[in-house]
């Protein structure tokens, strides 16, 4: 695990010490590459440019001398391998782009440079993003770094990985359907999706389309306050950008573009009275972890304990997320992935007869298992005589899942509070055996995709892995649509009275 960030593990701490010179952006771009290279046995880096990481840092170095330098100039970033990306190669995960190069950077890579950070390199992720382990990436799984034995979740496994090893203070990530959240609970580090449409989807590889949503990880709230702040805002190449005035709608609510400012809005010794905390019965059933379960009471107590009050509420489609989800995003996926012909870019095979023979060999070489499954999936449930039976009927559940968080978001609390996976970290290989098992692991993320609201998880305790080892557990987050402002505050407040996002591999859990 990384030791130069153990004395720096916050951005805010790590930009103080730029500025009072104990160290320069130029050298910890360059312990922190060693590390990355010592720690290559995480699996978690795909890509590292130390010429491309170094020029970022000279330059970060030269803005903190000109006293020109903000919060993020120099922080150290990791960017999963699905945005595009000058410099690195963006493979998706796949062997279909295995040595892709963009010549533009995505809306959200550009954002964080514009903003001073130093990017190590691009981070794993399942091919395409479809996944829910980092086991279905070309280039092998990634390790979590609390036990090389399990997964550290997907699909932004790497991100998460990279985080909670130290080696980066933050990294992007991407959200279809649980994949911020998800590894981000697995690993013990915060994670957060917008609202669909804040941050920019423009040059970041599509998988379904309308589930698709940048977000971001860090080891805390705050930082992930800033990290979204820098991303967020209307990008005209992004025809699905949602343009939102900015500042305070209803403090400390509804905040687009000012996040870090409010993080402290909740003080004294009652922070968060008058909140409203919803905890949905469904999220409770069958399936959950007791040791998991337990985890997230206690957390719920916490935040009762500092003034919120619980109401238990029904969301009562969440059971149809699943089905739902997984016709639609194969679908979506079906269309999207289509473009890799081995005509204009991508995987072309070595033998073939026609175009035709060239476009299957080539989609058969180039996609794995996983993303096969789900292209034959989405065509099936789009083709003549389903259409109407499968995938019009899991749009008609997806509104109705949107109305359920609706009605409770309006009416009877402020944010949802739930667990994010129903166990911690599984063995790595124990759940792909099964066609559909992976799947279930995504029950309490997927609806938060399918209603496009905002989510986010956080550490909130430790439960028995496959070995007996304590493991991270996750609480998740869910707001009313641009209430990423209040969800980063509450849980600043909850990280000030709890430490449990302070524990890292290697230390005591």
Same mark, same amino acid.
């Given at each position: ?18 500025? +009072? ?110 996944? +829910? ?13 609390? %036990? ?137 059933? %069958? ?53 890799? %012909? ?21 989609? +058969? ?145």
């Amino acid at each position: 695990m990384s030791t130069f960030l153990k004395d720096f593990p916050t951005i805010r701490a790590f930009a103080q010490a730029l500025a +009072s010179r104990k160290f320069s952006a130029h050298e910890a771009t360059t312990a922190l590459l060693q590390e990355i290279k010592t720690n290559q046995a995480l699996n978690a880096f795909v890509d590292v440019q130390p010429e491309l990481s170094l020029a970022q840092a000279r330059n970060a170095d030269n803005q903190i001398s000109h006293g020109t330098g903000a919060l993020l100039v120099g922080t150290p970033l990791a960017h999963k391998d699905i945005f595009v990306t000058e410099g690195w190669r963006t493979t998706a995960g796949s062997k279909m782009l295995a040595d892709y190069v963009s010549p533009f950077n995505a809306t959200v890579i550009n954002a964080l440079y514009e903003a001073g950070t130093v990017s190590l390199g691009k981070v794993s992720c399942d091919e395409f993003a479809m996944g +829910s382990g980092n086991e279905h990436a070309a280039t092998g799984p990634v390790l979590n770094p609390w %036990d090389p034995e399990v997964v550290p979740g997907g699909s932004s496994g790497g991100s998460a990985a990279a985080v909670a090893a130290g080696l980066v203070l933050g990294a992007t990530g991407t959200d279809t359907g649980g994949s911020v959240r998800q590894p981000a609970a697995l690993c013990g580090v915060c994670g957060i999706k917008p609202t669909y449409g804040v941050a920019s989807r423009f040059g970041m590889i599509a998988y379904a389309s309308s589930l698709d949503q940048a977000g971001v990880l860090a080891t805390n709230a705050e930082d992930l306050a800033w990290l979204l702040d820098a991303i967020s805002g209307f990008d005209e190449h992004d025809a699905t950008s949602i343009q939102v005035c900015q500042g305070v709608a209803n403090a400390p609510g509804r905040i687009l573009n000012d996040y870090q400012k409010h993080v402290d809005a909740y003080t004294g010794n009652k922070p968060l009275a008058g909140l409203r905390i919803g905890v949905p019965k469904e999220y409770f059933g %069958d399936g959950l972890d007791n040791h998991v379960a337990a985890a997230i009471e206690a957390a719920i107590a916490q935040f009762e304990a500092m003034g919120a009050t619980r109401a238990d509420i029904s969301l009562p489609n969440t059971a149809y997320a699943i089905p739902a989800y997984y016709v639609i995003a194969p679908a979506e996926a079906s269309s999207n992935l289509a473009r890799y %012909d081995a005509v204009r870019y991508g995987h072309r095979t070595a033998q073939y007869t026609d175009l035709q023979d060239m476009t299957a060999r080539s989609r +058969s070489e180039g996609f794995g298992d996983e993303v096969r499954k789900r292209i034959m999936i989405g065509t099936y449930v789009l083709s003549h005589g389903y259409y109407d039976a499968y995938y019009l009927q899991a749009q008609r559940v997806r509104r109705l899942i949107a109305q359920g968080f609706q009605s409770a978001l309006t009416h009877e609390c402020d944010v949802i509070l739930g667990p994010v996976t129903p166990t911690v970290a599984p063995a790595i290989g124990s759940v792909t055996k099964d066609a559909t098992a992976e799947w279930l692991g995504d029950i309490y993320t997927l609806s938060v995709n399918l209603a496009g609201l905002p989510g986010m998880s956080i550490p909130c305790g430790f439960a028995p892995g496959h070995r007996g080892q304590p493991l991270p557990v996750g609480l998740q987050v869910i707001g009313n649509y641009f209430d990423e402002g209040r969800m980063l505050a509450i849980a600043h407040a909850y990280q000030q009275v709890t430490d449990w996002h302070t524990r890292r591999p290697g230390g005591a859990a």
